[in-house]
C-alpha cells in the first residue's frame, strides 16, 4: 500500500506473535520469579552450590541467571512490596 513500516511497529507486531504463540503452547503471559542466595565459607563449597542449585533448576524446567554483584538490586525487585499496603 506503500506505507512505509517503521521499526517500533514491526517489533509490537512480532511481540504480539511471539504472546500468541506462548498462549498456544500452554505457557501463560505472566512470569514468575524467584530469588535464591547462596552463601558458603569458601569459593569451592560456594561453586558447588551453585552448580547443585543450578541442576535442580534445570530439572525443574526453571532458568537460572546469577546475579554477582547485584544483590542490592535483586533485593529490590524481590522484597520490596511494588504497591502501598493499605
Do not use: H, N, W
Not at 58 to 73: F, H, I, N, W
Amino acid at each position: 500500500m506503500g506505507q512505509i513500516e517503521d521499526a517500533e511497529r514491526t517489533a509490537e507486531f512480532l511481540d504480539v506473535l511471539q504472546q500468541e504463540s506462548d498462549l498456544t503452547a500452554g505457557r501463560g503471559v505472566l512470569r514468575y520469579t524467584g530469588f535464591i542466595a547462596v552463601s558458603a565459607r569458601t569459593e569451592d563449597k560456594l561453586e558447588e552450590s551453585v552448580s547443585a542449585i543450578e541442576q535442580a533448576a534445570v530439572q525443574a524446567s526453571c532458568e537460572t541467571r546469577r546475579l554477582v554483584g547485584q544483590q542490592a538490586q535483586a533485593f529490590a525487585v524481590a522484597a520490596l512490596p511494588l504497591c502501598p499496603v493499605v
